[in-house]
Structures are given as structure tokens and as C-alpha cells.
């Protein structure tokens, strides 16, 4: 079965033909990452301005990749949720119209899920499996028992860690998005230069809080000549990368040997962070732990995610009718 995902939620637009729930036939995305930059963050508006402008040309280019046309797909998946609303309704309001036109089923997807899913795409990892899931708006751990089992672990207090990566970038003028700017700063910065503080939530092991160390590399700035932290930029980097990685890694390894589940899976846009991928490779090697790690292009927002998603539940016989609304806050 054909499967064409469309991906929405947040300011990528994206589209993917997937061919039998396993081979990617193609998976074209549209970062607004230009538009949004000069905010230093996502502005709601801009990003459904952009999704509408994008969102055909993104599907034709797709479907032309893949040398198929409407008529051959077996199946539309579409991100309901969560994102933000004008964005979503922008993929969700094509699909229907495609599936309406074509009489294709369609399914509605839940974005997160599609992230704990994505590893699939790439590996053969059996269930059950502990799942990061850490992005520019979630922070979640998962064991994911089976397609559809979500055994909810524990996720963010507050900021979301991509949310921090953004947020101290845009505080030292790195632009936006900070995650992969300061990864890549921090190759050259010392991690133990400052030692900012991780938060450790003792009657919640597996909970995790970002604005701590957001508000430390604020007050470390300020408390510096701006000149003498300008010339120590990687060292902050590499400090800041360093506490954030303890602290994702941390609740991860616990959960894997409390619920003796030997297989790790990262996910998310900061699961594409090379520090996180080496460190938390030593910490799971140690203990006997397998670690699976999603390409960087299926560990940010993409559609191969989703179709891959969309292709199990329609096999499984879920059709969405077109009552189906994007819902902005919706959970797993
Ligand atoms: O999964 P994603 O594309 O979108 C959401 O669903 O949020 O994640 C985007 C987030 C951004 O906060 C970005 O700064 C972060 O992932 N990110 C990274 C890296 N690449 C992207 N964070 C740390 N290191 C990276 N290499
Ligand atoms: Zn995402």
C-alpha cells in the first residue's frame, strides 16, 4: 500500500510517499527556518501564511519524486496534533479535500506518536523500547510497548529541552533555531568550563526541568562584561550542551533499568544533538543498554514519520470521517 503523510504541526511542511509501511519512495520538506529567525522563534501567523503558500507544491513535489499520482495511494495520513492550530488545519484541510476528491481513506496522526514511531523508518527495533522524546515543544519519556501501547514515563515541568537550546541561542544572538548552532559550537568549547546546575526532580525520576538552567546561563551573562563572554561563546555552549545532555540522559538510563527494557530510542529534534548521541552511548554501553538513533532528517519534523504512522492504523482498519478537527493540545 502507497501511504503519502503530510506533516503541518509546526513550520516545516512537509509531504512523504512511503511504500508498504517501510520503504521511503520520497520525503520532501520546507523549512521556514529563514522566516521565523529574524523572531527568534516560531510566529503562528507567518507559519500558516508559509504552510498555505507551500503545502501543494511540497505534495506535488513529493508524489512526483516518487513517480506516483493521487490515484495510486492506498492512504492519506495527515498530523491532527498536537502544534500549533493554523498550521495544522492548513495539512489537515488539504488532506481532506484530496481524500474527499480521490476517495482515498485518511487517517488523522498524532504527531507525537509519529516521533516515538520514527525509528522504524530506518531499524528493526523490537518492542518494548524506552523512548527520549525531546523537541522544540515536548520533553517526554515513553516505553513504548507495542504500536499503539504508550506507557507514559514522565516528561517536562516547564521548557521543553529544544525550547532551551532556542532560547539560550537567541540570548547570546545565534539565531534561531539554537539547537544545531550550538552543537556545533560546543565541538569547540571545554564542557566543564562553567558548571551550571541540573535539576533533578527527586520524587519524579523521570521529570525533567529546563528553566533552571535557562535562567543560569542568563544570570552568568549578565554577571559578565558582554566582550568577555562574547570571546567565550563555545565554552557556554559546550557548558550549557553538557548540563541539558546529563539531564536528558539521566532519567533515560533509570527508566531502562527499572523496567528492565534493554533498548533506548531517541527522538525529537534535539535527538539529532551529537553530544547527547555519544554521552548517552557510553552511559547505556556500561550498563548493557542498546541505543537506536533516528537520522537526523527523521529526528526533526518530517512526513515519512507520519505516513509510516498513518500506514499501521489504516492497515489496522482506523479511517478518520471528515468531521475530524485539529486539536493543538492533543495527547498521547
Ligand atoms: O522535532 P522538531 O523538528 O520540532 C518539534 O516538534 O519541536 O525539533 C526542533 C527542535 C528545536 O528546538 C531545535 O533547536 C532542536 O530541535 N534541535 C537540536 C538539534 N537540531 C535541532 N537541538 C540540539 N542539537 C541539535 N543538533
Ligand atoms: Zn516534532
Redesign the pocket.
Known amino acids: 500500500m502507497l501511504v503519502l503523510g503530510i506533516e503541518t ?4 511542511t512537509a509531504a512523504a510517499v512511503l511504500l508498504g509501511g517501510q520503504t521511503i519512495l520520497a520525503n520532501v520538506v520546507s523549512s521556514q527556518d529563514e522566516i521565523h529567525g529574524a523572531y527568534g522563534g516560531v510566529v503562528p501567523e507567518l507559519a500558516s501564511r508559509q504552510h498555505i503558500r507551500k503545502i501543494l507544491p511540497i505534495i506535488d513535489g513529493a508524489l512526483g519524486k516518487a513517480g506516483v499520482t493521487l490515484k495510486d495511494l492506498g492512504g492519506i495520513a495527515v498530523t491532527h496534533g498536537p ?1 500549533l492550530v493554523g498550521s495544522l488545519l492548513v495539512g489537515l484541510s488539504v488532506a481532506k479535500g484530496m481524500a474527499f476528491r480521490w476517495g482515498i481513506p485518511y487517517v488523522g496522526v498524532n ?1 507525537l506518536e509519529a ?1 516515538l514511531l520514527a525509528i522504524h523508518l530506518e531499524h528493526e527495533v523490537p518492542f518494548p523500547y524506552i523512548a527520549l522524546l ?5 520533553t517526554l519519556l515513553y516505553c513504548v510497548q507495542d504500536i499503539g501501547e504508550y506507557l507514559y514515563l514522565g516528561g517536562t515541568r516547564d521548557d ?4 532551551a ?2 532560547k539560550v ?1 537567541k540570548m547570546m544572538g545565534l539565531g ?5 548552532v ?3 559550537l560546543a565541538k569547540s568549547g571545554d564542557p566543564k568550563a562553567i558548571r551550571f546546575p541540573r535539576a533533578r526532580l527527586k520524587k519524579s525520576p523521570y521529570d525533567f526541568s529546563f528553566s533552571g538552567i535557562k535562567t543560569s546561563v542568563l544570570q552568568y551573562l549578565k554577571s559578565q562584561d558582554p566582550q568577555a563572554w562574547k570571546s567565550r561563546v563555545p565554552d557556554i555552549a559546550a557548558s550549557f ?1 553538557e548540563a ?1 545532555v546529563d539531564m536528558l540522559i539521566t532519567p533515560t538510563i533509570s527508566a531502562a533499568v527499572l523496567h528492565k527494557v534493554n533498548r533506548i530510542v531517541l ?10 548521541r555519544e554521552k548517552i552511548n557510553e552511559s547505556a554501553a556500561a550498563k548493557n543498554l542498546q541505543v537506536y538513533f533516528p537520522s ?1 532528517k527523521f ?4 512526513a515519512a514519520m507520519i505516513a509510516l504512522t498513518g500506514y499501521h492504523w489504516i492497515s489496522r482498519g482506523r479511517r478518520n470521517d471528515f468531521t475530524l478537527n485539529a486539536d493543538a493540545g492533543l495527547t498521547l
Open positions: 504541526s509546526c513550520d516545516d502544534g504527531h516521533h525531546a523537541s522544540g515543544g515536548h521543553a529541552a529544544g525550547e537550546y532556542d541561542a534561531y533555531p539554537g539547537g544545531r550550538i552543537d556545533s550542551q541539558v527522538a525529537g529534534g534535539v535527538a539529532a544533538n551529537s553530544r547527547l537526523a529526528c526533526t519534523d518530517n
